[in-house]
């Protein structure tokens, strides 16, 4: 699987001939087995539009987009160029171009790259959990015996299995973004986005859904991308971090590299993950030789037990 933007841009049309940008100059490669990433920046940076235009849902006005997939054990390539007046959409197996089409199947693409939406209970539509689950397999494999053993086995997986005869309206916040996410996996899409998922969800319900996005990466194999407002969730569970700033990709590296750089930090008005923030202070406060940059508790646990001795524990 590989993702490549290349100087994309979307622009909205705001009055006569006067455009505003919310995504600019784009370039961006995804194409690491395993990479988890957290985009960030301030609202109204570009986040949704910039993850949207990874599965065509939106399409920009500028730009060229390369996605490389396996499928039925070819290579892949979807393209789509834009030059501002026109989409071009092209989709090429083993780098042997078909000819260009106005518009190729989207089921391809999207069922490679998964997109949950900020409030997925409104990608929710079937009666029950289960219909609702086997929606996305269904599409894909035409057989519903197939789709059906699909959804019970990522319920299984999810840990959802006794809510399957249920109707989806009856769930809690939590249960139901379980479900929207059941619903895009049973696609078995190897990259996963999610627009900001924990944002209304109680601590046990978001901590179970960041371990269960953990295990998709590690286990799985699986590229998780998440918008997040949230540090802590950065700092301890993101590899690589993105940041936008006024449509623009203004830091893209590691987490660490980016919680040093004070530039980004400042313009972008980004919080410390809580952990960083207790570490800082000690370190002031004790005036000792701390590394402050840890992002969970044994981790930080270690790192003052290495500079206080064990006699602090
Ligand atoms: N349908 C739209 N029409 C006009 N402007 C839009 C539309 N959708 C988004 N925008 C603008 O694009 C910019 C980026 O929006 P968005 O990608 O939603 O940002 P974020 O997810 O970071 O909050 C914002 O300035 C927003 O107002
Ligand atoms: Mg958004």
């Given at each position: 699987?590989?993702?490549?933007?290349?100087?994309?841009?979307?622009?909205?049309?705001?009055?006569?001939?006067?455009y505003?940008?919310?995504?600019?100059?784009?370039?961006l490669?995804?194409?690491n087995?395993?990479?988890?990433?957290?985009?960030?920046?301030?609202?109204?940076?570009?986040?949704?539009?910039?993850?949207?235009?990874?599965?065509?849902?939106?399409?920009?006005?500028?730009g060229?987009i390369?996605?490389?997939?396996?499928?039925?054990n070819n290579?892949?390539?979807?393209?789509?160029?834009?030059?501002?007046k026109?989409?071009?959409?092209a989709?090429?197996?083993?780098?042997i171009?078909?000819?260009?089409?106005?518009?190729?199947?989207?089921?391809?693409?999207?069922?490679?790259?998964?997109?949950?939406?900020?409030?997925?209970?409104?990608q929710?539509f079937?009666?029950?959990?289960?219909?609702?689950?086997m929606?996305?397999?269904?599409?894909?494999?035409?057989?519903?015996n197939?789709?059906?053993?699909?959804?019970?086995?990522?319920?299984?997986?999810?840990n959802?299995?006794?809510?399957?005869d249920?109707?989806?309206f009856?769930?809690?916040?939590?249960?139901?973004?379980?479900?929207?996410?059941?619903?895009?996996?049973a696609?078995?899409?190897?990259?996963?986005?999610?627009?900001?998922?924990?944002?209304?969800?109680?601590?046990?319900?978001?901590r179970?859904?960041?371990?269960?996005?953990?295990?998709?990466?590690?286990?799985?194999?699986?590229?998780?991308?998440?918008?997040?407002?949230?540090?802590?969730v950065?700092?301890?569970?993101?590899?690589?971090?993105?940041?936008?700033?006024?449509?623009c990709?203004?830091?893209?590296g590691?987490?660490?590299?980016?919680?040093?750089?004070?530039?980004?930090?400042?313009t972008?008005?980004?919080n410390?993950?809580?952990?960083?923030?207790?570490?800082?202070?000690?370190?002031?406060?004790?005036?000792?030789?701390?590394?402050?940059?840890?992002?969970?508790?044994?981790?930080?646990?270690?790192?003052?037990?290495?500079?206080?001795?064990?006699?602090?524990?």
């Amino acid at each position: 699987m590989g993702i490549n933007l290349s100087e994309v841009n979307l622009a909205y049309l705001k009055e006569k001939k006067q455009y505003k940008y919310a995504i600019k100059d784009i370039n961006l490669r995804i194409d690491n087995e395993d990479e988890f990433i957290a985009i960030v920046g301030h609202t109204g940076s570009g986040k949704s539009t910039l993850v949207q235009v990874l599965n065509n849902l939106l399409v920009p006005t500028f730009g060229h987009i390369s996605i490389n997939f396996r499928e039925n054990n070819n290579d892949v390539y979807y393209n789509i160029k834009a030059s501002g007046k026109k989409v071009k959409y092209a989709i090429s197996k083993d780098n042997i171009n078909v000819k260009y089409k106005a518009r190729v199947s989207l089921k391809a693409l999207r069922k490679h790259i998964g997109l949950v939406f900020q409030f997925p209970e409104y990608q929710i539509f079937e009666e029950t959990v289960l219909k609702d689950i086997m929606f996305g397999p269904k599409n894909f494999l035409r057989d519903e015996n197939k789709a059906k053993e699909e959804a019970i086995k990522i319920a299984e997986m999810m840990n959802i299995s006794d809510l399957l005869d249920k109707s989806p309206f009856m769930l809690s916040g939590g249960q139901m973004r379980k479900v929207a996410i059941a619903g895009i996996l049973a696609s078995k899409p190897e990259v996963l986005v999610l627009d900001e998922p924990t944002v209304g969800l109680d601590p046990i319900a978001k901590r179970d859904l960041l371990e269960f996005l953990k295990y998709l990466n590690e286990v799985e194999h699986k590229t998780i991308i998440i918008i997040t407002h949230d540090m802590d969730v950065v700092g301890e569970y993101a590899k690589r971090t993105i940041v936008l700033n006024k449509g623009c990709i203004m830091y893209d590296g590691s987490k660490d590299e980016m919680f040093k750089n004070d530039e980004v930090i400042k313009t972008c008005n980004l919080n410390y993950p809580n952990i960083v923030k207790i570490l800082a202070n000690l370190k002031k406060k004790l005036n000792i030789d701390l590394d402050i940059y840890k992002y969970n508790i044994d981790d930080a646990f270690k790192e003052l037990n290495r500079v206080l001795g064990d006699n602090h524990e």
